[in-house]
């Protein structure tokens, strides 16, 4: 995804979230249940106050592969949950394309609020900073440890950067296999707004081929073994 200007309008200055980030939010009982209720009221960092409802992943509680986005877009943040929006619609496609059963997946964002600035009467879906994506992380790990997938996929940098590091980069790294100690199978590709932003209808569709094909390594995963 394409690097953005530094943003820094008045929703994104300090001392609107709790120094502690979604952690202070955490419930003790291990459950998905419990943590969807508790991440209903977080106020881990200022992007709660302009979002309709918090939006939590969703799936089976004993799904094997986990899809992780960037945040909630408009439609999401509208109907309260994760992908149902364009992106989402084009990530089903891209699924069934590849003969992954939705059924076996559960879809979740890195971050679980909206964050969005007015652009006439739209609401544009802004990037999250760092310090949110820090902030609401441990949802994003309470989820991975209840799930406990046997495959993850990052969609963009912002969810490869928030499993594996700022310096992560799904250019270089997509389509392949990573370590990691988050599940036996990890890997990234890109995310389905990138194809979405993409004008000319052959690259496009190549784009969408190239994006079924990396999805395609979840079925490999499925029936492979881990890698040491
Ligand atoms: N994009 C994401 O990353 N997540 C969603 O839920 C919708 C669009
Ligand atoms: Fe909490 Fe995450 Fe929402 Fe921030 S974006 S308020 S950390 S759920």
Same mark, same amino acid.
């Given at each position: 995804? /394409? /690097?953005?200007?530094?943003?820094?309008?008045?929703?994104?200055?300090?001392?609107?979230?709790?120094?502690?980030?979604?952690?202070?939010?955490?419930?003790?009982?291990?459950?998905?249940?419990?943590?969807?209720?508790?991440?209903?009221?977080?106020?881990?960092?200022?992007?709660?106050?302009?979002?309709?409802?918090?939006?939590?992943?969703?799936?089976?509680?004993?799904?094997?592969?986990?899809?992780?986005?960037?945040?909630?877009?408009?439609?999401?943040?509208?109907?309260?949950?994760?992908?149902?929006?364009?992106?989402?619609?084009?990530?089903?496609?891209?699924?069934?394309?590849?003969?992954?059963?939705?059924?076996?997946?559960?879809?979740?964002?890195?971050?679980?609020?909206?964050?969005?600035?007015?652009?006439?009467?739209?609401?544009?879906?802004?990037?999250?900073?760092?310090? &949110?994506?820090?902030?609401?992380?441990?949802? $994003?790990?309470? &989820?991975?440890?209840?799930?406990?997938?046997?495959?993850?996929?990052? $969609?963009?940098?912002?969810?490869?950067?928030?499993?594996?590091?700022?310096?992560?980069?799904?250019?270089?790294?997509?389509?392949?296999? $990573?370590?990691?100690?988050?599940?036996?199978?990890?890997?990234?590709?890109?995310?389905?707004?990138? $194809?979405?932003?993409?004008?000319?209808?052959?690259?496009?569709?190549?784009?969408? &081929?190239?994006?079924?094909?990396?999805?395609?390594?979840?079925?490999?995963?499925?029936?492979?073994?881990?890698?040491?």
């Amino acid at each position: 995804m /394409k /690097k953005g200007p530094v943003d820094r309008d008045a929703s994104d200055e300090g001392g609107e979230g709790s120094p502690h980030g979604a952690a202070d939010f955490l419930p003790t009982s291990p459950s998905l249940r419990a943590a969807r209720a508790a991440a209903a009221d977080c106020r881990g960092c200022g992007l709660y106050r302009r979002a309709t409802q918090t939006v939590f992943g969703e799936g089976a509680d004993d799904a094997e592969v986990m899809v992780v986005g960037e945040t909630p877009g408009d439609r999401e943040d509208v109907v309260g949950r994760p992908f149902v929006g364009p992106a989402g619609q084009l990530l089903d496609r891209a699924l069934a394309a590849a003969a992954i059963d939705r059924k076996v997946v559960y879809v979740t964002n890195v971050v679980k609020h909206f964050k969005w600035e007015p652009r006439g009467k739209r609401r544009l879906h802004k990037r999250p900073m760092p310090r &949110e994506i820090g902030a609401c992380l441990p949802w $994003l790990h309470r &989820e991975i440890e209840l799930v406990r997938p046997k495959v993850i996929v990052c $969609l963009g940098a912002t969810a490869g950067q928030a499993l594996f590091g700022s310096t992560f980069s799904v250019t270089r790294e997509r389509g392949r296999l $990573l370590s990691s100690r988050f599940a036996p199978f990890v890997f990234a590709t890109l995310h389905p707004s990138a $194809l979405l932003r993409i004008r000319e209808s052959d690259a496009r569709r190549t784009a969408f &081929e190239r994006f079924v094909e990396d999805l395609g390594l979840v079925r490999t995963a499925l029936h492979g073994q881990p890698s040491p």
